[in-house]
């Protein structure tokens, strides 16, 4: 349960439970110490000088993660798969999802605020950060031997 209400941005939480099973049913209680939640104050796409930056940047115009919300570990997850389904729409096929790394800065507020930094990894390989265009299939024939009937040839007649 602790699990989970920090993957929803509520960090430092309490969680109790106290069991009673002096009855024939056993009666589960649970106490939670619930903490503010943590919003986001910023939202940066670290950028460097690849391509691919600029394709991730116009995917981040259509984002769900909006300045004020709720920390959303699954909000993030699912951001990541969104950018890659449209990478791959653009011609990167061999990007995933992984090669995406969200990173949180809570230092800066007192507050209960976030900055959230999205970036590649840094071992990522470099091959697939190009588009592979799409060039239309052309279709080749290749003869390798051509066998063509020929007529018997036409007896010979002796002058003997």
Same mark, same amino acid.
Do not use: C, H, W
């Given at each position: 349960m602790l699990n989970r209400l920090d993957n929803r941005g509520f960090f430092y939480s309490k969680v109790s439970s106290k069991l009673d099973s002096t009855k024939k049913h056993?009666?589960?209680? *649970?106490?939670?110490?619930l903490?503010?939640? *943590?919003?986001?104050?910023?939202?940066?796409? =670290?950028? +460097?000088?690849?391509?691919? *930056? #600029? +394709?991730?940047?116009k995917a981040l115009t259509q984002t769900e993660i909006?300045?004020?919300?709720?920390? =959303?570990? %699954?909000?993030?997850? *699912? %951001?990541? %798969?969104r950018i890659d389904q449209e990478l791959k729409q653009k011609g990167y096929y #061999?990007? #995933?999802?992984d090669f995406l790394i969200f990173e949180v800065d809570t230092n800066r507020y007192d507050n $209960? $605020?976030? =900055?959230l930094f999205l970036r590649l990894k840094k071992t990522f390989q470099k091959s697939p950060l190009f588009p592979i265009p799409l060039i239309p299939l052309q279709y080749f024939l290749t003869i390798r031997s051509i066998r063509i009937p020929l007529p018997p040839p036409e007896p010979?007649?002796?002058t003997v």
């Open positions: 056993a009666d589960l209680r *649970y106490q939670v110490e903490q503010q939640p *943590y919003t986001l104050e910023q939202f940066k796409l =670290d950028k +460097d000088s690849l391509p691919i *930056y #600029n +394709d991730i940047s909006k300045l004020g919300k709720r920390f =959303d570990l %699954e909000l993030m997850k *699912y %951001e990541r %798969e #061999n990007f #995933n999802p $209960k $605020k976030f =900055d010979q007649q002796s």
